[in-house]
């Protein structure tokens, strides 16, 4: 039986202790480049501003979120989270790194997920099941998490995190080229389901 897997959303995460959500205004959103029109791009009414938090949505596919400790964008999009990252950290070249995540979530569909969580288990104790698995994979510079959650008899959530260790370094200084590095990121997570269940298409 051929598997189908579907990307639902990409994610990039910067994680820091300098971020400020009262940064986030109409002026530092046009001045950076992240929207061109302030009218028809923000959601106005998802369009939120505090000390501890600062909301929105780009043309309702893509939101961003910002508090103290990260900078959090998710889209349907795949381009879009990679593109606002980077502009933030063009502008906002001061803020110190922790480190820096690429996020796939992945809908893998039309296999049998009850068989193959069950050979995970070391017993043949029948009242145990398996709901969720853990990996984790060193590859260089950076260290893949990846946990798969059964959805239904046929249906898993497959969830990506590429970590990099920033150690403090300030955003000015990130070299990444988080675009090439995504392409390459997403060419592995195909391959490893592909891996993990035979025949991904």
């Known amino acids: 039986m051929e598997i189908k897997h579907a990307f639902k959303s ?10 400020n959500p009262t940064v986030v205004t109409n ?8 929207v061109d029109d302030l009218t028809k791009d923000i959601d106005r009414n998802n ?33 879009e989270p990679y ?10 070249k001061y803020i110190k790194a922790i480190g820096m995540g690429l996020n796939y979530d992945i809908e893998v569909t039309e296999y049998d997920f009850d ?6 288990l070391n017993t043949k104790n029948t009242s145990i099941t398996i709901r969720a ?10 260290i893949c998490n990846l946990k798969i959650t059964k959805l239904s008899q046929d249906k898993a959530h497959c969830r990506f995190n590429y970590h990099h260790d920033l150690k403090g370094k300030a955003l000015g200084e990130v070299t990444l080229d988080i675009e090439t590095r995504s392409k390459s ?3 592995y997570s195909k391959t490893l389901l592909s891996d993990l269940f035979e025949n991904v298409s």
Not at 10 to 19: M, R
Not at 83 to 92: N, V
Not at 115 to 120: I, T, V, Y
């Open 115 to 120: 068989k193959w969580f069950n050979s995970k």
């Open 27 to 34: 002026y530092f959103l046009k001045e950076s480049g992240i």
């Open 133 to 142: 698995i853990d990996y984790t994979i060193k590859l260089e510079d950076v």
């Open 47 to 79: 369009f939120i501003v505090t000390p501890a938090l600062a909301q929105f949505t780009i043309k309702g596919k893509t939101s961003v979120l910002v508090n103290p400790n990260a900078l959090t964008i998710s889209s349907t999009d795949e381009k």
């Open 83 to 92: 593109r606002i990252g980077k502009l933030y950290c063009q502008t906002l």
């Open 10 to 19: 990409y994610s990039f995460v910067i994680a820091g202790n300098d971020h």
């Open 185 to 187: 990121y997403i060419e």
